[in-house]
């Protein structure tokens, strides 16, 4: 089995846990755009949501299991192997267009969620325009009769400047879920 | 317990009730799982001394750990002292495992190594006594399972004539398979139905999983698929296959000339490996894998997922699923492999989320009287089932659509509810596939009929 990496342990990477250092108008700016995304995702407006990526976006979500304490770095599947998602623009796109085809039986009808974003924290980088940030979600959702439940994790998202609505675009996103084995019965949404 | 006024295999009428009722879930933890063969783990999951994963029978934790002379244990992830679970981590590598609750110390072999202050308060430490429960093993071609019951048939015999087929998932390629990822989650619905539709029910792919195919299907420039993807999604609109049921509740189906593939990369591979797999295999194996479940619930696509359901109350059930790849495949194929199983067959995955709304939208309307008192009907190419039929060993039906091997899994789970001792099944499955060849010998000698609807 390919073993998981230790520096693939996103929550303990020292540039993750550095003091914020953006200005607070940039700080400002960027919660703003993340709280605009989830505006979008609630609102089922999936194909400008889509238009917040750019072109070299990669969505990946890795796996996560249950570990001896020794072992606890290695908890995360690397890069290339499991993961809930790992997705390019093209396959955000297919992603997208599913939800749109009335027969993506899991949305359809749709569910109800709400994307609460929190614990925003966000760093420069080399370039002058991109920035790591780090946010927390709780995606709540309810659907049919009865259906209710929770999605909360982290993000490790890279945004870069961008001349749109919003003023940035996303350029890498991580989601880390927080459960391993997923109480959920499936992940039908964006995080 | 008796559930056959539940179950009419022979008429394919089944009653909800047997997805809905606690008391009938609790003795299927005895009678279905304690007595049957279940994956366990797969070479390459534990390939170090050391190495161990949990996974379980039924609702029994179970320790796989492979051993300092290479060879695989495995026994119940339970301390013998107060019934605390052992190792509380999924995978990893050990020494030893000790109990978090009071020390008792057990070696990779499940034989207790030490109990704090045991000189002083036991007379001794009979191993009968305190080892942890062992589970009796078998490894076919890599893929271990593994049973507490001292009386079923070894497991190629378990398997019957599904061995022929299994092959054609697990047995494909020099090198044999290798284990990439797993995706675990949690359905409301009960395990029957995800051991029922890897079996036979292919029929639902078309509305099922529609939008799936509808936007993975690659368009040319000219926004038509190519002539490729067309003859794929021509396996949906004009589906011909088998569907192939076991004596022990196996099944599988498949549509001629394979799954349809909207993935260019996969395809081209796939198509190949036509002449290794045929040498291997012999041609008529090439592409006789679609779907398949070996009863109880390991399951498999021949997309490379390979995946155990585990039951959790009878509204319940978590689903382990491994992505495997063929150990020897180019790296860029086995990328295409495991990006293609993600994005389709995960709790992410763009068919895998339709699924889990059908079943949980089905167990929930068990809950009612009406939806439990009428029964289902399982009735598709009922009578059409033929024996050693178009070079195939066993009972097939010529079509992919089709409950033969529901019938077929839900008659087996009869049988084994019932309670009997496994030496009495053994009997009374060869008795009724006697009788059935019988039958189907007089019905075909006044006037032959020639086979039909599975060729193309």
Redesign the interface.
């Known amino acids: 089995m390919n073993k998981p990496d230790k520096v693939t342990h996103l929550f303990k990477r020292p540039e993750h846990l550095a003091p914020v250092n953006v200005t607070m108008e940039t700080a400002y700016e960027i919660e703003q755009f993340l709280y605009a995304e989830a505006e979008l995702l609630d609102a089922w407006e999936f194909n400008d949501w889509l238009a917040l990526m750019a072109a070299d976006v990669h969505y990946w979500a890795p796996v996560r299991e249950n570990r001896m304490a020794r072992e606890a770095e290695q908890e995360m599947y690397p890069p290339g192997t499991a993961a809930h998602f790992d997705e390019n623009l093209q396959m955000l796109g297919q992603r997208v267009a599913r939800l749109y085809t009335h027969m993506s039986w899991s949305e359809s009808p749709a569910s109800r969620t709400r994307h609460l974003i929190s614990n925003v924290r966000a760093h420069t980088t080399d370039k002058a325009d991109e920035f790591q940030v780090q946010s927390s979600f709780h995606v709540y959702r309810t659907s049919s009769e009865r259906h209710q439940d929770s999605v909360v994790g982290r993000r490790f998202d890279l945004l870069r400047r961008a001349d749109n609505a919003y003023g940035f675009q996303i350029a890498d996103r991580t989601v880390v879920f927080d459960m391993s084995m997923l109480l959920v019965k499936n992940l039908s949404s964006f995080y | 317990m008796d559930v056959s006024k539940f179950i009419d295999a022979e008429k394919g009428l089944i009653k909800g009730e047997i997805f809905h009722s606690q008391e009938i879930y609790e003795e299927e933890l005895e009678q279905v799982f304690a007595r049957s063969w279940c994956f366990l783990a797969h070479d ?2 534990i ?1 170090e001394p050391g190495d161990f994963m949990q996974n379980y029978i039924g609702e029994d934790p179970v320790l796989v750990v492979r051993q300092e002379d290479g060879s695989v244990k495995a026994f119940l992830n339970q301390c013998r002292h107060r019934g605390m679970r052992l ?8 020494k030893n495992f000790m109990c978090s609750f009071h020390g008792w110390n057990y070696g990779i072999d499940g034989e207790l190594i030490n109990a704090p202050h045991s000189d002083q308060i036991y007379e001794s430490l009979d191993p009968d006594v305190f080892r942890a429960t062992q589970v009796r093993l078998a490894n076919y071609k890599g893929f271990i399972f593994g049973t507490w019951d001292k009386t079923v048939a070894d497991f190629e015999e378990y398997l019957g004539d599904f061995a022929w087929y299994f092959d054609a998932y697990v047995d494909r390629f020099e090198g044999g398979m ?11 619905a009960n395990w029957k139905f995800n051991a029922e539709q890897p079996s036979s029910d292919m029929y639902h792919g078309e ?2 999983h ?3 195919f ?3 299907v690659p368009l040319s420039a000219e926004g038509a698929p190519p002539p490729w993807a067309m003859e794929q999604l021509g396996k949906l609109s004009q589906p011909a296959g088998y569907q192939f049921t076991a004596p022990n509740g196996h099944g599988t189906g498949w549509f001629n000339g394979g799954m349809p593939l909207m993935d260019e990369t996969i395809l081209k591979w796939h198509q190949s490996t036509e002449t290794e797999v045929s040498a291997r295999l012999g041609a008529d194996r090439f592409a006789i894998a679609g779907h398949a479940n070996i009863f109880p619930t390991f399951m498999m696509l021949s997309n490379y997922t390979f995946r155990v359901t585990h039951p959790r109350g009878p509204d319940e059930m ?1 689903i382990w699923a491994w ?1 495997m790849a063929p150990k020897n495949a180019a790296a860029e194929v086995k ?1 295409a492999i ?2 293609d199983l ?2 389709t067959f ?3 995955g ?1 068919f ?3 699924d ?3 079943w ?2 089905e167990q929930r309307i068990m809950r009612g009287h009406m939806a439990r008192k009428k029964p289902l009907v399982y009735q598709q190419m009922l009578g059409r089932a033929r024996y050693d039929a178009d070079g195939l060993p066993g009972k097939t039906v010529p079509h992919v659509y089709a409950e033969e091997a529901a019938r077929g899994m839900y008659q087996h789970y009869a049988d084994l509810m019932s309670g009997k001792p496994w030496p009495d099944l053994e009997k009374l499955k060869k008795a009724r596939e006697q009788r059935e060849r019988a039958e189907l010998a007089a019905a075909a000698s006044p006037a032959p009929k020639a086979a039909s609807g599975g060729s193309q």
């Open positions: 390459s999951m390939p190792c509380r981590a999924d995978l990893g590598n050990a290798e284990v990439v990822g797993v995706h675990k989650w949690v359905l409301p509305v099922s529609g939008s799936a509808q936007v993975m978590e992505s990328e495991r990006l993600l994005r995960s709790p992410a763009m895998e989320q339709d889990a709304v059908n949980e939208e």
